[in-house]
């Protein structure tokens, strides 16, 4: 208990403090108003990238664990200077709940951690688990190779004071399903708007209600540039670079800006995407201008199935003047925008460097693909033919099934899950209960037709034998009463 108390106060002060530090510091940097990180499988809590991770043994308010059975587990075989978040996890061998209380609704960022270790007998890479948060089927029959450290991400728009996220084995051996570390916590405002354009066959249309939908981050590029770790992130995220993804290497070439980025109000913002992804893009590389007639094109493999929320970050690093970059986009060989110039759009205000995104949805073509392609227009002068991306976000939107991973639900893979044990034995009760009634039910019918049958047979001496066999066998038995002529 006292240790529990010295816990308590410990985290609360690392927390004061680390409010202090941010509100007195980076007075910009952007505060979520939910926000419960967890340590999951330890007591011991973690500052990572100045966020305190709670850990998930002791009480708080944010949040509570139940797991009819689970195990702290830890790894003793992890260097010192490792990611305290990946050193320990909570392995569960049933179906299990972490509950946060939410306390602002509106979109929420849900990251789930994941890196498997052999400790006390337990191979966490042999584990194959499913998870469900707030009705969405996140993971179906996941499993984590040995040596993975894999981040799942998630906007899930939370309408309800309880959000809740279930961890379940999948049938086999062994029954397992773990986590090494949680983040939910509230997404700026401005993030996710509610409109973006639908491309497809049919033309241009809008797509509406894009914040109602829940989104699973499949590609964050910083195209042109290094990786952005989550300490240097708005919003702790990561970002890679684009180099696998590009289709023709030399169609394209990296260039980086040292100036200001001046986010302008109504574009994108910091927590859109943050400077060191508009401060470095790729452009068209071609060494003779004359020759400047082709695309450049970013192949991403993704599955088939969903749509696909497809935002393009933008920020013109490369012009000398306003009005003198203009080029096309197109998704999957859609034209998304033609003659784009990204200093004529009402909120740069004729401004360079000053970001900007546009968010598509669409379809993958028959063969899991999303191309995206940027390309000249022909209302560039012959000397500034030119083309640009920044930054480039591909997020999976769920399917009708509310699922990510397939056409199951979540509640018909639920249901599938091993229950607790006392859910067991309830089931096991009612489902006895169930048959004894059925079988005293029968019985009692049985006896009943008897009697009325003897009655019947008593008042009537009409041919009962092939009557009575009918009535013994016949297409109607529950409605319990003979008829005969
Ligand atoms: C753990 O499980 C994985 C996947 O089933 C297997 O490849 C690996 O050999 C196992 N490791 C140990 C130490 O048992
Ligand atoms: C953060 O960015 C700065 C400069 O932009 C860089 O020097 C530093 O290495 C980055 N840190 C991490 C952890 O990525
Ligand atoms: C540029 O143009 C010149 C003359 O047309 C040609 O000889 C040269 O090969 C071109 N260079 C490239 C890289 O295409
Ligand atoms: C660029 O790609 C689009 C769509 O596939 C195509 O219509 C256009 O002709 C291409 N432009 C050039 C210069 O190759
Ligand atoms: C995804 O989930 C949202 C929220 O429940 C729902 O409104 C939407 O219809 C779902 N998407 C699809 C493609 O069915």
Same mark, same amino acid.
């Given at each position: 208990m006292?240790?529990?108390?010295?816990?308590?106060i410990?985290?609360?002060?690392?927390?004061i403090?680390?409010?202090?530090?941010?509100?007195?510091?980076?007075?910009s940097?952007f505060?979520?108003?939910?926000?419960?990180?967890i340590?999951?499988g330890?007591?011991?809590?973690?500052t990572?990238d100045?966020r305190?991770?709670?850990p998930?043994?002791?009480?708080?308010?944010?949040?509570r664990?139940?797991?009819?059975?689970?195990?702290?587990?830890?790894?003793g075989?992890?260097?010192?200077d490792?990611?305290?978040?990946?050193?320990?996890?909570?392995?569960?061998?049933?179906?299990?709940?972490?509950?946060?209380?939410?306390?602002?609704?509106?979109?929420?960022?849900?990251?789930?951690?994941?890196?498997p270790?052999?400790?006390?007998?337990?191979?966490?890479?042999?584990?194959?688990?499913?998870?469900?948060?707030?009705?969405?089927?996140?993971?179906?029959?996941?499993?984590?190779?040995?040596?993975?450290r894999i981040?799942?991400?998630?906007?899930i728009?939370?309408?309800t004071?309880?959000?809740?996220?279930?961890?379940?084995? @999948?049938? #086999?051996?062994?029954s !397992?399903?773990?986590?090494?570390?949680?983040?939910?916590? =509230?997404?700026? %405002?401005d993030? *996710?708007?509610?409109?973006?354009?639908?491309l497809?066959?049919?033309e241009?249309?809008?797509f509406?209600?894009?914040?109602?939908?829940g989104?699973?981050?499949?590609?964050?590029?910083?195209?042109?540039?290094?990786?952005?770790?989550p300490?240097n992130d708005?919003?702790?995220?990561?970002?890679?670079?684009?180099?696998?993804y590009l289709r023709?290497?030399?169609?394209?070439?990296?260039?980086?800006?040292?100036?200001?980025?001046?986010?302008?109000?109504g574009g994108?913002?910091?927590?859109?995407a943050?400077?060191?992804?508009?401060?470095?893009?790729?452009q068209?590389?071609s060494?003779?201008?004359?020759?400047g007639?082709?695309?450049?094109t970013w192949r991403l493999?993704? @599955?088939? #199935?969903?749509?696909? !929320?497809?935002?393009?970050?933008?920020?013109?690093?490369? =012009?000398?003047? %306003?009005n003198? *970059?203009?080029?096309?986009?197109?998704?999957n060989?859609?034209?998304?925008?033609?003659?784009?110039?990204?200093?004529a759009v009402?909120?740069?205000n004729?401004?360079l460097?000053?970001?900007?995104?546009?968010?598509?949805?669409?379809?993958p073509?028959?063969?899991g693909f999303?191309?995206?392609?940027?390309?000249?227009?022909?209302?560039?002068?012959?000397s500034?033919?030119?083309?640009?991306?920044?930054?480039?976000?591909?997020?999976?939107?769920?399917?009708?099934?509310?699922s990510?991973d397939?056409e199951?639900s979540?509640s018909?893979v639920?249901?599938s899950?091993?229950r607790?044990?006392?859910?067991?034995?309830?089931?096991?009760?009612l489902?006895?209960?169930?048959i004894m009634?059925l079988?005293?039910?029968?019985?009692m019918m049985?006896?009943?037709?008897?009697?009325?049958?003897?009655?019947?047979?008593?008042w009537s001496r009409?041919?009962?034998e092939?009557?009575?066999?009918?009535s013994?066998?016949?297409?109607?038995p529950?409605s319990?009463k003979?008829?005969?002529?």
């Amino acid at each position: 208990m006292a240790m529990l108390q010295r816990r308590t106060i410990r985290s609360l002060c690392v927390s004061i403090f680390l409010q202090f530090l941010l509100l007195w510091g980076v007075s910009s940097a952007f505060l979520p108003s939910d926000n419960a990180l967890i340590n999951c499988g330890t007591a011991d809590g973690a500052t990572v990238d100045n966020r305190l991770f709670l850990p998930d043994e002791d009480e708080a308010d944010s949040f509570r664990l139940s797991a009819p059975s689970s195990v702290s587990l830890r790894d003793g075989n992890q260097p010192a200077d490792s990611s305290p978040l990946y050193r320990t996890a909570r392995i569960f061998t049933r179906r299990s709940t972490y509950g946060f209380s939410i306390k602002n609704k509106g979109t929420h960022f849900l990251r789930l951690h994941f890196y498997p270790f052999s400790s006390q007998g337990y191979n966490l890479s042999a584990a194959v688990f499913s998870v469900s948060a707030q009705g969405f089927l996140l993971l179906k029959d996941f499993t984590v190779p040995r040596g993975n450290r894999i981040v799942k991400e998630f906007l899930i728009n939370v309408q309800t004071e309880n959000f809740d996220i279930s961890f379940g084995p @999948s049938y #086999g051996k062994p029954s !397992l399903a773990f986590v090494n570390a949680i983040e939910v916590f =509230s997404a700026p %405002a401005d993030l *996710l708007l509610d409109v973006a354009r639908g491309l497809g066959p049919n033309e241009v249309e809008a797509f509406d209600g894009l914040s109602r939908q829940g989104l699973e981050t499949v590609y964050r590029l910083n195209v042109g540039g290094p990786k952005v770790t989550p300490f240097n992130d708005s919003l702790w995220r990561t970002w890679t670079p684009d180099n696998e993804y590009l289709r023709l290497p030399d169609s394209a070439k990296a260039i980086s800006f040292s100036g200001r980025i001046k986010y302008q109000k109504g574009g994108a913002s910091r927590e859109v995407a943050p400077d060191s992804v508009y401060r470095t893009a790729r452009q068209m590389n071609s060494v003779n201008i004359s020759e400047g007639h082709f695309n450049v094109t970013w192949r991403l493999p993704v @599955s088939l #199935g969903y749509k696909y !929320l497809v935002r393009m970050h933008f920020c013109d690093i490369v =012009s000398l003047t %306003a009005n003198e *970059l203009f080029f096309n986009i197109y998704i999957n060989g859609y034209l998304g925008y033609k003659d784009f110039d990204l200093s004529a759009v009402d909120v740069t205000n004729q401004m360079l460097a000053a970001p900007y995104y546009m968010d598509f949805v669409v379809e993958p073509d028959t063969s899991g693909f999303i191309y995206v392609t940027i390309g000249p227009s022909r209302l560039s002068s012959s000397s500034k033919i030119n083309a640009i991306l920044n930054g480039l976000e591909i997020m999976k939107m769920n399917n009708s099934m509310h699922s990510f991973d397939g056409e199951f639900s979540a509640s018909s893979v639920l249901r599938s899950w091993p229950r607790s044990s006392t859910d067991f034995w309830l089931c096991s009760f009612l489902a006895g209960f169930a048959i004894m009634s059925l079988m005293v039910v029968g019985f009692m019918m049985i006896s009943r037709r008897r009697m009325e049958m003897r009655e019947s047979l008593a008042w009537s001496r009409l041919p009962v034998e092939s009557k009575e066999d009918n009535s013994r066998y016949g297409p109607s038995p529950l409605s319990g009463k003979l008829v005969y002529y």
